[in-house]
């Protein structure tokens, strides 16, 4: 999940290219889009933001949860095919998240799902259809707030100045600044997002006659 330079052959990660003059422009302004689509929009371009993140001072981290404070890391990516071609996905590091509940996410045996695809295309004239909601994970809201930090030269100047974020700023014994998140709503790398989105998808099924097979 890094972008190809066309010129070198190399893989550039995200801050390779925030320190590149040659893909700098482009690369701001997808993270800014992805962060936009967590927060509450950025200039207009986001038309169904998430409200996923808010941008908190460092001493609204509650004191019992100061040990859980995650990172983040940026997955950035080029599809063509897709509206938006340069795709830049802002994840949480989950191994740092200490959820207290269960995680696991109940999910069809490898034989099912085999057994399904076989016989639509052994079947004459059988038809097949997939859906895929949109922003799902980003939109399923958590049990409990999580809480993440992140370099602040690693955000984009326009997201910085949208939300005004320089006060929010906490720099360490080195310099080095961060600004501080409070996760509400899911988000790509919580261990417990899948469960959680299961659970609100199965409750929102059930009331129109889905339910699932306990052996499979």
Known sequence: MAVMDADTGKLLNY???????????????????????????????????????????QHEVPTERMKDVTYGQFVCTVRPEKAEPNRTRFTVGGDRINYPGAVATPTAEMLVAKMLFNSVISMKDARFMTMDISN????????????????????????????NLAPKVKYDT???????????????????????????????????????????
């Open 15 to 57: 801050r390779q290219l925030m320190r590149s003059t040659k893909y700098r422009e482009a690369w701001s302004h997808s993270s800014a889009n992805e962060f936009g689509r967590l927060a509450n929009g950025i200039g207009g371009r986001i038309k169904n933001p998430t409200n996923t993140i808010e941008f908190i001072f």
């Open 136 to 163: 799902f994970y980003l939109m399923t809201p958590l049990d409990r707030y999580e809480y993440m930090r992140m370099r602040i030269d690693l955000i984009p100047p326009e997201f910085i100045e949208l939300y």
């Open 174 to 216: 080195k310099g080095i600044g961060y600004v501080y998140m409070e996760i509400r709503r899911g988000m790509y790398g919580l261990p417990q997002s899948g469960m959680l989105s299961n659970k609100l998808l199965n409750e929102w099924l059930t009331k129109y006659g889905y339910y699932e097979l306990p052996h499979t």
